[in-house]
């Protein structure tokens, strides 16, 4: 259990905890922005693909 705590209290204090964190933070933005416009575009094309099967009707 010692050794746990030692691991615990080591990552705490060394500067690879905020890194990851921001690596995290990055991670959520890029996946945000790409989910946006991956909806963005399907819209789009689902627009366009409604459009030529209104016109074929």
Known sequence: M???AKK???FLVS???PTAVEYAV??????IVC???I???????NST???VAD???
């Open 8 to 10: 615990v209290q080591r």
């Open 39 to 45: 909806t963005a575009i399907g819209d789009n094309a």
């Open 55 to 57: 016109q074929l009707a």
């Open 35 to 37: 989910l946006t416009a």
């Open 49 to 51: 693909f409604q459009s």
């Open 26 to 31: 990055m991670l959520a933005l890029i996946v």
């Open 2 to 4: 010692k050794s746990l």
């Open 15 to 17: 500067e690879d905890g």
